[in-house]
């Protein structure tokens, strides 16, 4: 899609309702429903974290957004596909502000140069007991990107419209932290597949644009 006609159907984003939990559920692992009902009470005491969905025009003009592939370490989102984001510091003033802070330390995004639409539905993730909130926005011009060399491993480009396409919502089996070889709902996203948390995030992402585009 072009850039223009996305900033057009987009910024009807921001009086609509979010789908939340309707949307994220249809990519949550099967086990996920009855997990968080077992640990609400570690959701009221969760470390606390932002995320960033950026659209931006590529060089034809074409909309894409950004996720980031993490470095391999050891940690529970070692080699994961994600959003640019991270965990509140002290130097930010709000959520929004650690998913921006975030994205230009990140992918070298500079803050400035972002526009918020929406924030998203919050998305808890027990392994790492992190309640992350994801933003959505854009950058009216195509960024330069420079990745963070000690965290992310490479920056993935997908075009919204590869992303749109109904045939890339494929069935994954992964091993997860409860369950070996689990079959989940994922995205598969310029050869990347992407699933849990940022799968559900991008869920709500998906169903909000199908609103307006």
């Known amino acids: 899609m072009n850039f223009n ?26 086990f996920r429903e009855a997990l968080l009902k077992e640990q609400q009470g570690k959701i009221k005491n969760a470390k ?30 070692s080699a994961q596909v994600g959003f640019p984001g991270g965990k509140v510091e002290e130097e930010d003033s709000d959520l929004k502000h650690t998913a921006l802070r975030e994205t230009e330390e990140e992918i070298g995004v500079p803050m400035h140069t972002i526009e918020t639409l929406k924030a998203l ?18 950058s009216n011009t195509t960024p330069h990107f420079v990745k963070q060399e000690s965290e992310v491993e ?25 369950e070996e070889d689990v079959d989940v709902p994922a995205f598969q996203l310029n050869n990347h597949v992407v699933w849990g948390a940022t799968a559900m995030m991008l869920s709500e992402i998906k169903d909000l644009l199908k609103l307006v585009l």
């Open 154 to 178: 490479a920056i993935i480009e997908v075009s919204l419209a590869h992303f749109l396409d109904e045939r890339n919502v494929i069935t994954k089996t992964v091993s997860t932290s409860y």
């Open 121 to 138: 539905t919050q998305v808890y993730i027990p392994p790492s007991n992190f309640y992350v909130q994801p933003f959505i926005g854009y």
């Open 5 to 30: 006609q996305f900033l057009k159907a987009t910024s009807k984003i921001s009086n609509l309702a979010l789908p939340a939990e309707a949307s994220q559920f249809k990519m949550s692992p099967p």
């Open 48 to 77: 606390q974290s932002a995320v960033f969905a950026l659209f931006y025009p590529d060089s034809l003009q074409e909309t894409k957004f950004v996720l980031i592939l993490r470095k391999t370490y050891k940690g529970v989102h």
